[in-house]
């Protein structure tokens, strides 16, 4: 139906060809997206419907620069950190990319992804922009807990040089910016 496949791509050249899609229609209807929501082609909900109106309900009350759902396999900090408080939303540093809502106002700054270091470890275009994020939009990064979406399809890809790459990223970052905000852009923990 209205749906774009990009064979073979990778996570951050697939959502760089949404992005390029997206523009070209706003274009056409001379009107602006008010967010920009990537989804993994696997990405599920129990209800769609049901769930994704839950999720723009979030979008709108909240108006976060970058939105996500709740996932699965969330790291146990995340989960045990939800679980002590009864915040529906909370501030997060670093994501899983499985959904992502860019909201248009910092789609500029965050996007399209950087994807020159793709090929040798996907996830370093995602630390880059979940660090320029939340250096840029501090406690504008939110999770939602109340929708929860799965991801039970994942790619083969060597992860051997992600840390160092990613941290490498994050150095390059630290050097574009003065040094008193430097602590904005951490290197990765694992």
């Not at 922009?129 to 994942?154: E, R």
């Not at 160092?164 to 390059?172: G, K, T």
Request: charged residues 20%; hydrophobic residues 40%.
């Amino acid at each position: 139906h209205d749906a774009l496949f990009f064979p073979k791509s990778l996570l951050a050249e697939g959502r760089n060809f949404l992005l390029a899609a997206a523009a070209v229609s706003e274009l056409r209807a001379e009107r602006r997206y008010r967010y920009y929501c990537f989804f993994d082609g696997d990405a599920y909900l129990e209800n769609w419907e049901w769930g994704w109106r839950r999720f723009q309900d979030f979008l709108e009350e909240w108006e976060p620069a970058v939105g996500l759902p709740d996932l699965e396999q969330y790291s146990a900090n995340i989960k045990r950190n939800f679980l002590h408080t009864a915040e529906k939303v909370k501030s997060v540093l670093n994501f899983d990319h499985t959904v992502v809502a860019v909201h248009s106002d910092a789609s500029s700054k965050l996007l399209p992804y950087v994807t020159d270091l793709d090929a040798l470890c996907q996830w370093v275009s995602q630390w880059r922009f979940s660090s320029l994020a939340n250096a840029i939009y501090p406690n504008h990064v939110l999770l939602t807990h109340d929708i929860m979406v799965g991801n039970p399809h994942h790619s083969s890809y060597s992860k051997s040089l992600c840390l160092e790459l990613m941290q490498n990223v994050s150095l390059e970052l630290r050097l574009q910016v003065p040094k008193d905000v430097h602590s904005c852009l951490p290197d990765p923990l694992n």
